[in-house]
């Protein structure tokens, strides 16, 4: 049903509606002009079969006179002659002298040339209902003869007639309904395939490519194109990461045999001034290589392949990150509580996901004031996995809460507290190539960040 909602709504399907909608106007159009134009047709036919007979009726009269006419109405009433032709005539007196009409029709004004009425009731009715459609004159001597003809024929053929007209549009309508739920069916399911090819590549996976099936219509195409921008994309990608790679390896090596170096002098020297500052330039030294370390954790993270994954226990990555920064909130006084559901797990890169992890508890202690709390829990919602961590630090404004995830980003303009800005960096890639799901809120005073895994990443017991 969900996948019907989705195909509705779909541009192809509405699409094919519109086109469906002015072709089924069309044609309701051309059935109208078709059926009015039948129905004055056989009308008009009818009439001038009436005024061809009345014609001939007067020319006998004029020859014969009221016994010819008499005999000829006579004869045209004989059912071996003619069995639609409807006849009366009446003499001055108002008697019937000849026809198959009984009596003349009620309701009939003299001076009506064409009338319509019913051979039941033998009064005057609407087109709708008329069973005859008839001409009456009066007669030199005042005669009155009224000719007419049976339509109830004619009036069942235009009957038919819409009846065929009407259901012809509801086949067009149909079939045009039909075809574009089809037609958007088959289009949907290859802009779908698109759809989850182009998911893939956004959570990571750069290597995927768009099938286009061996066709070469419109969709075929494009996606061609897409798949070659996603070519010189992965090699500017694969470049900038190697070049990044290289930068931060070998300035590393030098760095840390500055460090070496520094340390050397500090062991050596006498002078206690000169001794701090040699501590204050390792101290900085450390923060590069901790900087270039940083930056390379995210390449790893952004270069992360699902097929590199594997079932992750998070009960048991929890219990190691609280392990780890117990020591220091105790350290701090800050409270730390962890409440964890075993048997949660997932898929993904066990590595990674507890970088990303000790990266937020890490921000939470760092930034929580001495006699803080901080709170990590795990639990299952729905059966998926619900990672949330809780501090009572500053917090972060709403205005900044999408910026601090941009690598460098700090909220601290003037860098005086320590950091790199790049925690939150990594941890934001690691959610990309894993699918994850981070959302921050104010915990008034402090944080809470919740990372909730997608059910596609969600691994079984078994």
Request: glycine share 8%; proline share 3%.
């Amino acid at each position: 049903m969900a996948r019907l909602g989705r195909l509705v709504k779909t541009t192809t399907f509405r699409l094919a509606l519109l086109y469906t909608a002015l072709f089924a106007g069309s044609v309701g159009a051309l059935f109208v002009f078709v059926f009015i134009n039948t129905s004055v047709f056989a009308e008009r036919q009818t009439e001038a079969a009436i005024e061809a007979e009345v014609t001939g009726l007067q020319e006998t009269f004029r020859r014969e006179g009221i016994a010819g006419l008499i005999n000829a109405i006579n004869r045209r009433v004989d059912p071996n002659f003619r069995t639609d032709g409807i006849y009366i005539l009446m003499s001055p007196g108002q008697k019937r002298l000849a026809g198959n009409l009984t009596s003349w029709p009620g309701d009939i004004r003299p001076d009506d040339l064409w009338i319509s009425f019913s051979i039941v009731e033998m009064q005057t009715a609407d087109a709708a209902t008329a069973d005859v459609r008839g001409l009456q004159f009066i007669v030199s001597g005042g005669y009155r003869l009224l000719v007419g003809r049976d339509i109830r024929e004619a009036r069942d053929f235009r009957a038919q007639l819409l009846r065929s007209l009407n259901i012809g549009l509801g086949i067009t309508v149909a079939l045009g309904v039909v075809g574009g739920f089809l037609f958007s069916r088959t289009i949907m399911g290859r802009v779908e395939r698109i759809t989850q090819t182009c998911r893939r590549i956004m959570r990571g996976d750069l290597s995927q490519r768009i099938d286009t099936a061996g066709q070469s219509d419109e969709l075929s195409r494009l996606s061609e194109s897409v798949n070659e921008m996603l070519d010189q994309i992965e090699r500017l990608m694969n470049g900038l990461r190697e070049v990044s790679d290289n930068v931060a390896h070998d300035l590393r090596t030098p760095l840390n045999r500055l460090r070496v170096r520094l340390e050397v002098a500090v062991n050596n020297a006498v002078d206690e001034k000169e001794k701090e500052e040699l501590e204050e330039a390792i101290a900085d030294a450390d923060r590069l290589l901790a900087t270039f370390s940083s930056l390379l954790r995210i390449a790893r993270a952004e270069a992360s392949l699902r097929r590199s994954f594997e079932t992750v226990d998070l009960g048991s990555i929890v219990e190691d990150v609280v392990d780890l920064y117990q020591p220091l909130a105790e350290e701090k006084g800050i409270r730390f509580e962890s409440n964890v559901e075993f048997g949660v797990k997932a898929w993904g890169d066990p590595n990674l996901i507890a970088q990303a992890l000790a990266n937020l508890v890490d921000n939470a202690v760092k930034y929580t004031p001495n006699g803080g709390e901080v709170m990590v829990s795990l639990k299952s919602e729905s059966g998926l996995a619900s990672l949330t961590v809780v501090d009572s630090g500053p917090g972060i404004p709403e205005a900044y809460r999408e910026k601090v995830f941009g690598r460098l980003y700090r909220l601290d303009d003037s860098r005086s507290t320590p950091g790199s800005g790049l925690g939150l960096s990594l941890v934001w890639a690691v959610g990309k190539s894993h699918g994850l799901s981070i959302d921050l809120f104010d915990n008034t005073p402090g944080l809470v960040v919740t990372v909730r895994f997608p059910e596609a990443s969600i691994a079984s017991d078994a």
